[in-house]
């Protein structure tokens, strides 16, 4: 019987792939013209996807500065996820805490309304710190982390730095003094001798700390 020769092979078939093996074990491979036309098509829409998600322009968001008593200048900025995150947190904290709701002189404990000051004060200092080192350097974040750092040093710190000890001091001694009255804190506090330039102050930091609210509100739902 006659050999056949080197030319048989062994061959794997698909309709998209064929596979042959001759005798020498070499190996040859054929792949559907369409499959190749497929691949390169959904590569093709993978890297245009890619470029879209990483390339695409984000509407503009303005914040202006004399809202916050920060002076008049305009903020101008492009709102990525990161910026809206850190925004849902500073917002969720002022619409918690008396810090960004409307103080009622009448009803509400200034020695309580210094106690959530001083809280919002840890809870945005750590919501910074927590920010990665390599997200502050995009410009947008980097506003967004010193528009709060302003706001605390620029709009809340005065006033503390002005009235908390002082009022805080002579706060306790009343209570100590006066701790078997039934007087009504409320009531208390309206003796402290610069009650009214204490309030009108307090009233005009908490105006600009809730804009501060309304902004980062409108941030998240941009």
Known sequence: ??????????????DYLSIALDKDFGLSVHVNVVVVALLILALGIALLVRHYLFHRRLPEFEIEEAEFGLGDQKITLRANDLDRTVAYRVWVELSTRKIGLKIDPDDDVIDEIYNSWYEFFAVTRELIKDVPVVKVRQ??????????????????????????????R??????????????????????????????????????????????MYALVTQ
């Open 1 to 14: 019987m006659g050999d056949t020769g080197s030319t048989s092979s062994t061959e794997t078939v698909t």
């Open 139 to 168: 410009d947008s974040t980097k506003k967004i982390i010193q528009l709060s750092i302003e706001v605390l040093n620029t709009g809340l710190r005065p006033h503390l730095t002005k009235w908390q000890a002082r009022f805080r």
């Open 170 to 215: 002579w706060y306790a001694n009343q209570l100590e003094r006066d701790k078997d009255s039934l007087e009504h804190p409320q009531d208390i506090q309206k003796r402290f001798p610069d009650y009214d330039q204490l309030v009108a102050e307090m009233l005009e930091v908490n105006q600009k700390l809730m804009a501060y609210r309304a902004k």
